[in-house]
């Protein structure tokens, strides 16, 4: 395989088969943007109460998400003005004909008072929901504006309700792909023109990263369209960071063992070949770590996290597939003029023998357990961090790193009418017991009596089931409103024979709470367990991968400790996200163990030359620079997420990009050293050490 690659005429075949694939696989890659499925079904569990009811809700009426228009004069009631102003507001709203708006079933206005007392007013307008109507979110807002007008002469006008909203969200979605891309290859420019020192050299794994996304990009794509692939604006966005951040690690490795071969051998096909056929095990059981990780994703009840699982995976592999065939390839071709101005010339010495992780090793080396001893309780102290999470979920008013006008005018409909007003419950109930379900409901605590009925527009009846929509008197996003769904579910199915359910915007955050705590249970430690066991299988021993995944646990442990920390006393945050543990669970344990694994195949192959001690310190040597390079490639690659003007973005890309760094500067360099350092020959148990000549 590795003469395939790097061979003086085969190398030629792989740059010319890696074209016609990037030819092919372009116009896909183009369109993955519009196949991306945001609408709630692509993130909400299917066997849910909510995704029942939204299913049964479609044969009363068309799918459809509320957009309100609040009005509201703050210096005292609405003036008449005021009042003819929202009339032709409404006036406008029903004239619109689009295939979203449904203007002629425009409801209100609604005063929040009766008579000339009235500060506030809201309208109601359905939109009709699917994957293109929600892409078009931002821009049936901005239709509906150009009807209402802006905020002026002391009369404030918002537009909110679960259609602002998400068109606020659609909008950050619709960025999103061309920013991260921006970002990310910003970040590896930079990065890697800092660790080859070489204006040349760097294009090379650019290009190949490129390359790699675009295909993984048309794979996705076609698994999207034909095979039902569910890819939305967050899976969407996490590929391009870990295409990125992968392939660049992958190419930082190969890079690393290419030089040195180059100091040894004179012909660059030959130094290639012997490089891949060193570095390649390691990189291929890193790449499937990552992997198969991701891929345990498909456990989940959340249809968002089952989706990430298959398209970071196919991201992952073909990153792998490109940066083991077309970036050696290029490397040969291009030659070691690549390197200038500093090549690696044959006979040449290999700086790091006498490098700062060389001098790191051999202290470290002078007393290891004292060493792991101190690492070890060091980050356990900052995993206490931990007590300051608060990953119950984020409200759409704090969503955001800026206050949209959705938010805004939330605040402002909750001020002066029932506060989930704008995103009622939805009751789908046998037509027999509709009457004892709606009364049921009514009196339920958290609900507003007045506001329990069948919405207009809406079949009054359908295969003997009626549909009701209830108004809640907390915010629809809140833990009480959560609460509340709680009582009126517990409520209706104690009706007999009533079959109830109940959905809605709030029913569907509450479910997704449950389905990502169930996703905690299962993923994390399936995820572990398939870690151990490519450890086991890659060093062929038991002490070494349980050491390793202790490690791993303990560097997540004190990532997510101080990322608590600094969310709450630096950052000033609310909450995580429900999911924020799970997504940096996996992160950081799929790619943090990339580093020990490259780390400890080295000190496994040194350990057969010199004893597993002395190799230890040599295999530090040998990898410390690229391993540094490449965890802060990662890393920035990761933290470009904070360019999203989302928290939850900002927060994963926060944890994430700091784990990496713990384990790169902390756990792979100091606490795995030492550990190996002081167990000596016993790290390859039940196995008999490598073999080795002393001396």
């Known amino acids: 395989m590795a003469w395939l690659v790097c061979g003086r005429r085969t190398k030629w075949l792989v740059l010319v088969f890696w074209l016609v694939v990037l030819v092919v696989a372009a116009p896909f890659a183009q369109k993955l943007t519009d196949e991306q499925d945001n609408t709630t079904s692509s993130w909400v569990p299917r066997s849910a109460e909510s995704t029942q009811v939204l299913d049964l809700a479609e044969e009363f009426r068309p799918e459809s998400m509320p957009m309100v228009v609040v009005y509201a004069r703050e210096d005292g009631p609405l003036t008449a003005a005021d009042r003819e102003r929202v009339q032709e507001g409404v006036a406008g709203i029903k004239q619109l004909r689009s295939h979203s708006i449904r203007g002629d079933e425009t409801r209100g206005p ?84 800092i660790t080859y020192r070489s204006p040349v050299l760097l294009l090379v794994p650019l290009l190949s990263a490129f390359v790699s996304l675009y295909v993984a990009q048309a794979l996705i794509y076609l698994l999207a369209e034909h095979a039902g692939l569910t890819v939305n604006g967050q899976s969407a966005g996490i590929l391009t960071v870990l295409v990125f951040g992968a392939g660049t690690d992958y190419a930082l490795l190969l ?110 080396a002078r007393r290891p357990r004292m060493t792991w001893v101190l690492t070890s309780v060091a980050l356990a102290a900052l995993s206490l961090g931990l007590l300051q999470l608060r990953a119950a979920g ?25 506060a989930g007003s704008g995103d009622p419950l939805v009751v789908v109930a046998d037509r027999a017991r509709a009457k004892e379900v709606a009364r049921v409901v009514a009196g339920t605590e958290g609900v507003d009596p007045a506001g329990v009925a069948v919405p207009p527009g809406t079949k009054p009846e359908h295969d003997g089931k009626v549909l009701y929509e209830a108004v809640l008197t907390d915010p629809s996003d809140s833990d009480e409103a959560k609460d509340t769904v709680e009582r009126v579910r517990d409520a209706v199915h104690a009706i007999p024979d009533a079959d109830a359910k109940v959905g809605g915007g709030t029913a569907t955050l509450l479910d997704m709470d449950k389905a990502t705590i169930h996703d905690d249970k299962v993923v994390i430690p399936l995820v572990l367990v398939v870690v151990l066991l490519i450890l086991t299988v890659l060093l062929r021993a038991v002490v070494a991968p349980l050491l390793l995944i202790a490690t791993v646990i303990l560097s997540f442990s004190a990532a ?16 995580e996200t429900t999911d924020f543990p799970l997504f940096v669970f996996v992160f950081l344990v799929a790619l943090g163990i990339d580093y020990n694994i490259f780390l400890t195949t080295r000190i496994r192959e ?25 965890g802060l490639v990662l890393a920035g690659t990761f933290a470009v997420l904070g360019t999203i003007p989302m928290v939850a973005f900002v927060e994963i890309g926060f944890a994430v990009a700091l784990g990496v760094l713990l384990d790169t500067f902390i756990v792979r360099s ?21 073999t080795h000549t002393p001396g």
Not at 567 to 573: E, G, I, K, Y
Not at 670 to 690: C, H, M, N, Q, Y
């Open 560 to 575: 997510l400790g101080i990322s608590a920390l600094v969310f709450r006393h630096v950052f000033d945050f609310p909450g």
């Open 606 to 630: 040194e350990a057969g030359l010199q004893g597993t001690r002395p190799g230890v310190v040599t295999a530090l040597a040998a990898t410390g620079a690229v391993i540094t390079s490449a």
């Open 110 to 193: 609604a005063f929040d008072k009766k008579g000339d007392g009235a500060r506030a007013a809201q309208v109601y307008v359905p939109l009709t929901m699917d994957n293109d109507t929600y892409n078009d979110l931002p821009k049936a807002v901005d239709d509906v504006r150009d009807r209402v007008g802006g905020s002026a002469g002391g009369l404030d006008v918002h537009i909110t309700g679960p259609a602002g909203v998400n068109a606020d969200f659609a909008e950050v979605f619709g960025d999103l792909d061309s920013t991260l891309l921006l970002a990310a290859g910003a970040v590896v420019v930079v990065a890697l023109l």
């Open 670 to 690: 100091i606490l795995v050293t030492s550990l190996f350092l002081d167990a000596g020959e016993k790290v390859w148990w039940p196995r008999k050490p490598p």
């Open 255 to 364: 890079v690393a063992r290419y030089r040195e071969e180059l100091r040894r051998h004179e012909d660059r096909h030959e130094a290639m070949a012997l490089a891949l056929h060193r570095a390649g095990p390691a990189v291929i059981a890193s790449s499937a770590t990552v992997v198969l990780s991701m891929l345990v994703l498909l456990t989940a009840e959340m249809n968002s996290t089952r989706g990430l699982g298959p398209v970071a995976a196919i991201g992952v592999a073909v990153a792998l597939l490109a940066m083991l065939s077309l970036f050696p390839a290029l490397l040969v071709i291009c030659g070691r003029w690549l390197f200038w101005p500093k090549i690696p010339h044959h006979g040449s010495a290999d700086p790091a023998e006498k490098g700062f992780w060389a001098r790191t090793g051999r202290l470290v």
């Open 394 to 418: 984020v409200s759409n008013d704090d969503a955001f790193l800026d206050k949209p006008d959705s938010v805004t005018g939330q605040e402002v409909q909750a001020k002066y009418f029932p």
